[in-house]
């Protein structure tokens, strides 16, 4: 791919971090006041809820290119050319159509349900149809979902021109 803008929310990598030190306070506590057996223990529940918090909170990311989108989420990683994409929605996450199936980006999810509150029309003015009033929560450029979906929507866009021409 060509272009490639890599799109991991920071909240995620700081939420990591985070619980790779305390997983790593754990172990060193575990070292300075406990036997063999709880280190043995600590260690191991140590590893297993590290790899949780790799695999679930800092792996998943989106990378949009020139010519597709590679989705890279706990178990799966996608790659999807934007000649196969049908529609991209944002209403739980950023999900890419084609006409197999539905790919989801752990990597851009939706705000939460009290997010709409604070939306504005002016922060997605010329984004948005002018005859489109509503304006979803999912699709401010503020949230997660919002700012992928922009930068996806503009390849697929600029793919189509190219292609279409």
């Known amino acids: ?5 890599r799109f991991r929310p920071t909240s995620a990598v700081v939420i990591s971090y985070i ?14 006041t406990a036997n063999l057996l709880d280190i043995a223990f600590t260690s191991v529940a140590g590893a297993l809820f590290a790899g949780f918090i790799y695999l679930v909170i800092h792996k998943p990311k989106l990378e949009i290119g020139d010519e597709g989108v590679l989705i890279t989420n706990p178990i799966a ?4 050319g934007w000649g196969d994409v049908l529609e991209i929605e944002t209403k739980f996450a950023l999900t890419f159509y084609t006409k197999d199936r539905k790919h989801v980006s752990w990597a851009a999810p939706a705000p939460g349900r009290y997010h709409h509150r ?9 984004l948005i149809p002018t005859s489109t009033t509503l304006i979803r929560a999912s699709d401010s450029p503020r949230t997660d979902s919002g700012a992928a979906y ?11 021109k190219r292609h279409h021409a």
């Open 77 to 80: 990683t996608t790659y999807l």
């Open 1 to 5: 791919m060509t272009n490639v803008e």
């Open 150 to 160: 922009y930068i996806a929507r503009m390849r697929w866009e600029a793919f189509e």
């Open 118 to 126: 604070s939306v504005h029309p002016n922060e997605v003015k010329g």
């Open 19 to 32: 619980g790779y030190a305390l997983v790593a306070g754990a172990l060193i506590q575990s070292f300075v």
